[in-house]
Nanobody
Framework: VQLQASGGGLVQPGGSLRLSCAAS???????VAWFRQAPGKEREFVSATEWNGGHTYYADSVKGRFTISRDKADNTAYLQMNSLQPADTAVYYCARGSTIVSGIYHARNYGYWGQGTQVTVSS
């Protein structure tokens, strides 16, 4: 399966963006997740949700501002990002993987990755 992330761009602080992650092909991976990586930093967990419905998890830094969702019919996942801050500036990656709940926070547990989309929050 191949993942295609899109929707990034330049936005002012307080603005919103919606990222999309379209999958070509099918996978039985339990989770769809978003990670981000800022320059000089490690890739960090943003959010994950169970593809077939169920639990959703967020990093503390985005809780209450970001919402993950997925459309099974379109084989697409989304990340709605509101109240964006300069600290949210990063390349955002979508990923699919199957792991236990405690493993969802670690990039190494995901086998499929999109190419990344740049999000820049600046005035």
């Amino acid at each position: 399966v191949q993942l295609q992330a899109s929707g990034g761009g330049l936005v002012q602080p307080g603005g919103s963006l919606r990222l999309s992650c379209a999958a070509s092909g099918r996978t039985s991976s339990r989770w769809v997740a978003w990670f981000r990586q800022a320059p000089g930093k490690e890739r960090e967990f943003v959010s994950a949700t169970e593809w077939n419905g169920g639990h959703t998890y967020y990093a503390d830094s985005v809780k209450g501002r970001f919402t993950i969702s997925r459309d099974k019919a379109d084989n697409t996942a989304y990340l709605q990002m509101n109240s964006l801050q300069p600290a949210d500036t990063a390349v955002y990656y979508c990923a699919r993987g199957s792991t236990i709940v405690s493993g969802i926070y670690h990039a190494r547990n995901y086998g499929y990755w999109g190419q990344g989309t740049q999000v820049t929050v600046s005035s």
